[in-house]
Every structure is written in structure tokens, then in C-alpha cells.
């Protein structure tokens, strides 16, 4: 993934992103148009396939992408139509920079609100076999999703982000608003959500 | 839309309140056969297309429709099949004529009837990021989505709509009915349902 | 409907029992292989199609069907391989036989049973639109929905029904047990269903 | 099924395996890539086809399958590419040869370890109808599921489930990890766990 980004790549991240994010809506975490779903398409410069802005996650296609750089501004690409990227592409791509994964969600999953609304310092967990699921161990491992403050400005959100960030977990729950997770693929960064998801509600239904 | 409705306005309108009926459906919104929608189909004079009465909400068709006018009254249209309005159609033109929205929505979401039933006097929201998902900003902007006593008479209901009506909030609670919501398109009254049933949702779950 | 029935009328019976039957399993109300439905299909001799015992009532086909006389015991027609009728075919011809409708749902609803837990005596409701869906008033009309001991004789179980049986109320729980309504068709049937098990969710809900 | 096991076998028993897992995850029961299902392939010797780690459940083929041993391993089939089995193949070979029962269901069904973190000495049942889901009586018929501690070690959690194992008990909890079904067949298996599952969802509920 060094080089520019192809308008096949961008396409081919768009099909993924928009599958992902039908997927994500049948659960209810993205109503309304709420939710991002992003795919890094380049390393060098850092490309990120987002999905555009103000449409309806349950019916993307594959030219429902914006392409954006580091800072989450649109940059062009040959052969695709530039469309608005959303407002929070800057946070997915500083969490693609910071964590060198290459797929970040965003959803609006409610057991997050919830779960930052319940513990704003963080969510800790443990001894919980799903823990496995986000790479954690099931017995004597202390794992604790960081909850950060809400914000539209992402350059603050970003570096709220760093801020909390550890390597050992991936995801973070924006306070008043909703989760953020990242997996080296698409793939398993729909699992970390779902996994991150249920230990959540688990910590929810048992506090 | 201004002008009489034509059939294929009006069947046009029909096969879209069709899908997005199912689709309530599918939330559990629309049990037995609660709830209706509705989409204007013209303006001057102002007329609506409404989900037909007493029909399952998850198997209409494009014909299952009915023309209606200011009053809720049925409205003959030249190639089209005179079906029984719901009887809540008066309401829906009363929302239309007064929001200037052309899409109506009307659920029996038990989130919407769980929240009048604890803030009979509306529900406050203030400093969650879908509330931007409504056209409301995501910090420091205070929402009272209005709750109003339930009525048969449809001129009683639309006066207290009225009586609370603010053009900021696009959505209202019947109590111990259901939720009605608008927007200028059938598609955004979509959106605007789901985020305040979300933020229902998650008004109910932390208070 | 009078005379005998006809494999035609059973199969067809059957045929609309199945597609109701996978409804009720979507929803989570038939889990395992519990519930049952019924359709009469002759009044005179009273006739029902009831769904075989012991099936997955989400994979039922137009011959998965039984048929049973006055007393739940399975009844020959010609042309219809008899197949193992229901436990509780007996209690569905005797709903069908006091109340005179032609169609009997029973699903193990999870709200009926805790609604059952909660209020033995019965369950209130009043002043809320969804029982206009139930065939009731939306204000000032109080509703009980009667709630009887659990049996496995049906016997036992028919006369627990007919004694707290009121032409008002299209649905009985059983404690411990599950729900039982019914309608003119299976179509009304299904829709008394679903506006009850709404209206315990409610209840339950606001207790 | 006695004789080795055939890639015939082994690829029918993976797409009744793979259809199954669909279904649960359906249900929210096998988030990420969490729990496993098996079915006894051969009695003598010992021979599973599970699921193969790592893979998302509702998108399994005939082939993601794996044959293990009584002692969780790969055992080579003629005709069967070795894939990795889960890691829990080992406790799924126990429960068929300790049960005599040719299907095995494990599930992250959140109730289960809801159950499991409110009732750590087994949960208690009685009285209610959908015990004859699970083969005991609705009346007068004292039902515990089990509940052990997890661990990571299959021989040790081996050793747990024998420890408690009821003989009129199909299914054991794994505290702070899921649940354990079993039964004759695959299909048999579905129903235990849909009825345990509604048992324990039920308990939770009146708690």
C-alpha cells in the first residue's frame, strides 16, 4: 500500500466499507447516518477510504467513499468522484497513523454512550473469556477501554485519543457520542467491535 | 407539487411509504397494524398520501395508499381507488401544514410511549452528538422533544401539536400512543426517527 | 365451512400456518420447538389444522399439519397423512368452540410469561392506543388480560379458559406457560398477538 | 458411525455445522469469532468435525471444519485439508463421550453468563413449561444447569463439566465464558439451546 491511491483501491475499500457498514446498521449502531467506517488505501502518503458524509450506512455502494488524507481533508484521486468525507475522517486518520491499523469503525452502538455515561474514567473488565476476542488474555489481564470527552474538533479529539491511547486495546469510547475500534483488516475490526460491543453490555447488564 | 395529485404521484408516493413502512416493521414500530405515514403529494391544494387504514405496516403495496386533504378527509384522484384513510390522517396533514415538511412519520415505538410516560411534560436532552442527527448541535443546546395528552379527535390533537410545536424540534410525543416525527423528505423523516428513538433509548437507560 | 374438510382446506390451512408460524419464530416467540397455531377448518364437525408436535416452527411446510376433532384428538381426512397432533390441540379446538373465532396462536413470548409472574390475577391495562388494536378503547376503558394456572390437561387448562373467558379480551396467559390469542383469521390473529405482547412489554416495563 | 470418518462425512457434517453457527450468529450468540460447534463424525474411534478457529461464525462453508480426536486434536482425514480446530475442541470431544450425544453446541449467549455471574453454584429452575424443551417436566421437576469455572485448560475443564454432569441436564454454564449444549443431533442440539437459553433469559427477567 505504498504509493497513491488507485480509484480500484478506492473502490474496492468503498464494496468492503459499505458491506461492513450494512452489517452494522442490521444491529442498530449506525441510525440516522450516524457511524464512520474507514480503510487505509495508502501508507505513503497515508490515504484513507471514508464513507461520505450524510448518507444512509445501510445503503452504501462502492462509490459512497470520500479519500482523505492525514488530516481528514479530501484529497483527489484519478477516476474518482470527490465526494464529502465525514466531519470525523481526521480521527480515523489519526487513529490509522497512530495505531498503524488499517481499518477503523465508528459506530453509535448505545452499550458504549451507555458504558462511557457509566464509568467516564474509563470501562475496566476482566476474567471475562470475550476478552480473548480483543486480544486480551480470559484470566488476570486488566483490561480498560478509555473513555475520552466529546468534541467537534477532531485535531482535540485526535489528541484526546493519543492521550489514552494503549497499545494493548483497541478501541475507545467517546463519551456522549460513541465507540472507536481498529483491526489490521476490516474483518477483524468488525470483530473487535462486536467482541468490545458484548463486553460492554455484559458490564452494563452485571454493574 | 402544485397542481391536483396525479395516480402516478400518488402510487409513486405509495411504493415509498410501502418500503419505509417495512422497514419500521422490521424495528418492531409498527406492531399489528399501528402507525401510518405519510408524504405530501401536493401543496396547493395540499394533499397527502397516507398509509391506508387497518393494513399490516410490513405488506403494503403502492396502491395501499389514500388521498387526503387539510382536514384528513378523503380526496378522490382521478385513477386511483378511494381506500380508507387512517383515521390519524387529519393529523398528519395538520404536521404537514404547519412544519411545511412533506413527509410524515408516525410509529408506535414503545421508547416513545416509555418516554412520555416518564417526562409527561417532555423529554430533555442536551449533550449527545446524535443529537446533531435532528439538526441540533452536539454540545451545550438543550432539546425538549414536546410530549402531548392522547386524543381521538384528530382537531383536539392538532391543536395541542400545535400548542407545542417548535420548529426546531423535529419530532413530538402522543403519550401514551406513539411518536410522530417529519422532515422534507420521506428518507430524513426516516433519520429523524431513528436518532430520537435512539435518544429515547438512551434517555430511558440512564435515568 | 361446514361439512368435512378437504386435504385442499387442510394443506391450504397449513400452508398459511407455517408462514405465520416462522413470523412468530423470527421474533423469538417460538424458541426449541414450542407454540402452536391453528386454523379451523370445519365448523360442523368442528375441525382444526393444528402445527404438528415436536417441529421447528420455523421450518414448517403446508403438510407439517394435523387435524383434530372437538377434543384435540387427531381426526382421518382423506388424502392427509395424519401426523402427531399438538399436547395442547385440545385447548385450541376449545378456544376455537367458546369463542367462535378460526384462528388460535400460542407462543411462548418471554413478556407474557413475566407478565403472567408478575400479576397472577391478570394483567390491567388502560388509557393506551394500542388497545384499539385488541379491539378495545384507547381511554377509559380498562382491560384485564385474564392470567390461568399451567396444566398438562387440557381439560383442566379448557375449563380454567372458559371460566375466566371475556368476549372483550382476544388473549389469556397462561402462568408459567405462555400466551394464548386468537381472531376471526390468522391474519387478525397475528396482529392480536403482536398489539398484546406490546402492551405487556409496556406494562412491564412501567411497573 | 463406526469406521473411520470419510471427507463425505466430514463436509456434510460442516455444512449442517455451518448453517447452525449462521443461525446463532443471527442471534447475537457467537460475536467476533467466539463459541464452536461439533458433531460426532465417528464413535469408534472418537472422531469430531468442528469448527474451525478463528473464522466468523455466520459465514462458515462445509469445509471450515476441523476432526479431532477424543483428546481435542487434528486427526488427519483422507480428503480433508487439516485445518486449525478451536482451541475448546478438546472439552467438545469430552462432552460427546462422556453425554453419548453426537451434537455440541457452544455459544456466547450473554444470558448465559449473565446467569452464570448471578447463580455461580448452578442455576435453579422449576415450574415453567419450556423445561419439556429440555426434556423435564413442567410441574414439580427441580432443574439445576450447572455452572463451572472457566479455565483454559481443556483437561481441567474436562474434569469440571464430568464433576457436575446430570445425566438430565443438557447443557453446563462456564462462568464468565458461555454455554455448553448438547444433544442427539445437530438439529436437536438448536432446540436445548434455544430453550436453555429462554429458561435462563426468564430467570434473569424475575430475579
Keep these: 500500500m505504498s504509493g497513491p491511491p488507485t480509484a480500484e483501491g478506492v473502490f474496492g475499500a468503498g464494496a468492503r466499507l459499505a458491506a461492513e457498514a450494512a452489517r ?4 442498530g449502531w449506525m441510525r440516522g447516518t450516524s457511524g464512520n467506517l474507514s480503510e487505509v488505501v495508502s501508507r505513503d502518503p497515508l490515504r484513507l477510504a ?5 448518507l444512509d450506512k445501510g445503503e452504501l455502494t462502492a462509490s ?3 479519500v482523505v488524507g492525514p488530516d481528514g481533508a479530501s484529497v483527489d484521486v484519478p477516476g474518482v468522484t470527490p ?8 480521527l480515523h486518520a489519526r487513529v490509522a497513523a497512530v495505531t498503524g491499523m488499517d481499518a477503523v469503525v465508528h459506530v453509535h452502538a448505545l ?4 458504558a462511557g455515561h457509566h464509568w467516564p ?6 476474567d471475562v473469556e470475550t476478552l480473548k476476542g480483543i486480544g486480551r488474555l480470559a484470566h488476570d489481564d486488566e483490561v480498560v477501554i478509555p ?4 468534541s467537534q474538533d477532531m485535531d482535540e479529539l485526535g489528541d484526546r485519543f493519543e492521550a489514552v491511547y494503549d497499545a494493548g ?5 467517546v463519551a456522549s457520542h460513541g465507540l472507536y475500534t481498529w483491526g489490521p483488516s476490516l474483518h477483524r475490526a468488525r470483530h473487535v467491535t462486536e467482541c468490545v460491543e458484548w463486553l460492554l453490555a455484559y458490564a452494563i447488564a452485571i454493574r
Design 111 to 114: 452499550n458504549a454512550v451507555l
Design 121 to 126: 474514567k474509563g470501562v475496566r473488565l476482566r
Design 50 to 54: 471514508v464513507t461520505a458524509s450524510g
Design 64 to 66: 459512497d467513499v470520500a
Design 169 to 173: 486495546v483497541p478501541a475507545v469510547i
Design 83 to 90: 465526494l464529502v468525507p465525514s466531519a470525523e475522517a481526521g
Design 24 to 27: 452494522f446498521t442490521s444491529f
Design 147 to 150: 473513555v475520552i470527552a466529546n
